[in-house]
């Protein structure tokens, strides 16, 4: 590796955590006694990472700073990014009024830009990726042999990711020579004959489940927070009777893939990728994450 400066850490920490009933983000593991969050920030300052950005809401902010920010390294930077429904540019008040839920994620990575001074990774909170997503990412960045110009994403195969619960959301990607040629956000994804289930849009359609999928763990430039600006007011502009619609990050990637704009690396997850969509499964993802790291 070169002496390139490291990228900083951006967790998206905001949402609601409405199928699981509020503040998923926060809950504690059993066993474990940490949240997913910490855990995810202990193995990126483990690959050298040294700076994190959460991006709250005001109901968590209280038990991050007062619990979670006291547990963490001394010499790991940190700063707190708020995401508040009114924070939109100042002409889309009155829609900002209408509005219960957060904007969505590519919003949630909006309100970290004046924070994030270059390369950035980018997660959820309630996301365990396992500690080699870190080091791949920080490899790429870091990297001589790498094109740190490009953005970048480690994705996880469908299957690995699904909820014995109920339906979940993400990104399917399409894959061509190792960079990412498409990701479409699809919602509800259940298991079905042969494959699986989602929402695309308004359709329902089938998706082969051997693809690999974007849990929202992205290595991103200052390039995408440039393209999140502008596009997010267009966002706005569209969908201005439709409170309820969300600015999802795969979606504004692949309209800059589309304009040429963007070039992202693919790389296949080397760990298994554990997550909590319902709060029926804590236990049994805690029980898991516990075997992997004392394993």
Not at 13 to 37: C, D, N
Not at 51 to 70: G, K, Q, T
Not at 128 to 154: R, W
Not at 223 to 237: D, N, R, Y
Request: aromatic share 8%; glycine share 8%.
């Amino acid at each position: 590796m070169t002496n390139a400066i490291l990228p900083t850490l951006v967790i998206l920490a905001g949402g609601l955590g409405t199928r699981f009933g509020g503040g998923k983000q926060i809950a504690e593991l059993p066993k474990i006694g940490k949240t997913i969050m910490e855990l995810s920030i202990i193995d990126a300052y483990r690959a050298g990472i040294k700076h994190v950005v959460l991006v709250v809401n005001d109901n968590v902010r209280p038990v991050i700073e007062s619990r979670i920010l006291p547990r963490l390294p001394s010499d790991l930077k940190v700063d707190l990014a708020n995401q508040s429904v009114d924070d939109v540019p100042s002409r889309f008040a009155s829609l900002a009024a209408q509005r219960q839920k957060p904007w969505g994620t590519g919003h949630a990575l909006l309100c970290a830009k004046p924070f994030v001074s270059g390369n950035a990774v980018v997660i959820t909170a309630d996301d365990y990726y396992g500690p080699h997503a870190y080091v791949q990412l920080v490899e790429h960045f870091c990297n001589k042999d790498h094109d740190t110009s490009k953005m970048a994403i480690v994705a996880y195969p469908l299957k690995q990711t699904m909820s014995e619960v109920g339906g979940v959301n993400r990104g399917i990607c399409e894959v061509f020579q190792n960079h990412l040629s498409s990701v479409k956000e699809f919602t509800d994804i259940k298991h079905a004959e042969h494959g699986f289930v989602g929402i695309h849009g308004t359709q329902s359609k089938r998706i082969d489940e051997g693809v690999l999928v974007s849990m929202t763990c992205w290595g991103i430039t200052q390039a995408l927070f440039t393209h999140l600006e502008k596009q997010f007011e267009c966002f706005l502009e569209c969908h201005d009777s439709d409170v309820k619609k969300e600015y999802y990050l795969p979606d504004c990637i692949q309209h800059m893939i589309n304009l040429e704009q963007a070039n992202v690396r693919v790389y296949p997850a080397r760990d298994r990728w554990f997550g909590v969509t319902y709060k029926e499964e804590i236990d049994s993802v805690a029980g898991k994450i516990h075997e992997l790291r004392h394993g």
